[in-house]
């Protein structure tokens, strides 16, 4: 069957990596509903976003190694099948029980980021993935800005369970294109499980892996920091309307898409290191210029927010380009990298979340916020730096 052995056309990759992105928030317009029409607290309802991010962490680290395994076409088939019937149970669900034991299952669709990534490295050299991943990554941008506002049409429209209903659409559409238009790339998969364990001492030794993946981490965890602290500030220091507040927040994601439709253009041509390293330069610069104006008397909502600008566009150079490396470091683990890698960045943004949350206070919020969101770049910086010095040492010939 050709579809078996056709290479997936990038679209494809978007739609799976954008459906993957859209599970995590489109829904929350309806979480206040939700509490009441469950008759639960809404802490309790509020799990199925945060613990929705945990039980997604724990699915990369089990979907990537599947992918190298069994191959990438199967991985998603069958993720994105159990996603699909997932959605329908929590459309259907009438306790809180029931629907947050389907919602977790929902979870299996982040193997729509995971084998994505890793068929994009199995799909090209290490520069051109990196520009078409530049390309796939802004999905990952625009599916959270225009996610929460169709969920709220949806709930003034149909009630909170239409959600989940066009996610059991989605989820069935998505199988039945990746059924026709999701050729297997992954070529050489691993004989046994056992074959492959023994294998994976090369990858957790490798600097460069924990280099590449430290660097998207801490990269990501700036963004994390960013929309925690942000209501606060734009509260206490500058009066903003919620309206105004999306506005404000939207920005860094608009950063974030530019940078990576810069990172599109130029990565084929450009070393993935040095591409890396400028945007981790461009988003220290941006805190670190919003600090010194603030401390000096002069910060405004305009500097506050231009440098969370500065963050998303240095964020858009950067994580498509040490995705790549990461995953080019050893190339026939790739989706075991890939995966490794999304549970390190969503255990990082949680605790820069949290972290966030527990220090932030009224009179000191735009210096907090600015502080992490410059110590999480500087710190992905250094990851960046420390890449570089291991491959002036020991040059890979397959990461350019």
Request: with cysteine.
């Amino acid at each position: 069957m050709a579809a078996t052995r056709t290479a997936p056309h990038l679209i494809t990759l978007v739609l799976a990596t954008a459906i993957s992105v859209l599970s995590v928030n489109m829904f929350l317009p309806s979480l206040p509903h939700m509490s009441v029409a469950f008759g639960a607290d809404y802490a309790v309802v509020n799990m199925s976003v945060a613990g929705y991010l945990l039980v997604s962490a724990v699915m990369q680290l089990g979907v990537g190694p599947l992918s190298d395994r069994f191959g990438r076409r199967p991985a998603m088939l069958v993720s994105t099948l159990i996603f699909a019937v997932a959605s329908v149970g929590c459309a259907l669900a009438e306790t809180i029980e029931v629907f947050l034991i389907f919602r977790m299952i929902q979870a299996m669709v982040v193997a729509g980021q995971v084998v994505s990534r890793a068929a994009i490295r199995d799909m090209y050299p290490p520069n051109e993935a990196a520009s078409k991943l530049g390309y796939v990554t802004m999905a990952m941008a625009l599916a959270p800005m225009l996610g929460p506002m169709l969920g709220g049409v949806l709930e003034m429209l149909f009630g909170w369970r239409a959600s989940f209903w066009l996610y059991s659409i989605l989820g069935f559409g998505l199988l039945a294109l990746l059924w026709f238009d999701f050729g297997e790339t992954n070529t050489t998969p691993s004989a046994t499980f056992g074959a492959q364990i023994r294998q994976y001492p090369e990858l957790f030794a490798s600097r460069r892996f924990w280099g590449y993946s430290l660097c998207a981490a801490f990269s990501i965890g700036g963004f994390y920091a960013f929309i925690t602290g942000a209501p606060l500030v734009a509260a206490a220091w500058f009066d903003l309307s919620p309206a105004l507040l999306g506005l404000g927040i939207g920005i860094i994601t608009a950063g974030f898409m530019v940078g990576n439709f810069v990172t599109g253009l130029i990565a084929a041509r450009t070393k993935l290191i040095w591409m890396i390293i400028a945007g981790r330069v461009v988003a220290t610069i941006g805190p670190l210029g919003g600090l010194i104006l603030f401390f000096a008397g002069q910060g405004t909502v305009w500097i506050f927010f231009g440098a969370a600008v500065f963050v998303g566009f240095g964020n858009g150079l950067t994580v498509a380009n040490a995705t790549v490396g990461l995953m080019s470091v050893r190339p026939h683990l790739a989706g075991s990298a890939s995966g490794l890698s999304g549970a390190l960045v969503v255990v990082l943004g949680a605790v820069l979340t949290s972290a966030t949350g527990i220090i932030v206070a009224p009179e000191t919020a735009p210096f907090t916020v600015l502080g992490m969101m410059l110590g999480s770049s500087a710190l992905g910086l250094l990851s960046a730096l420390y890449v570089l010095r291991v491959d002036q040492r020991d040059p890979l010939p397959d990461v350019t």
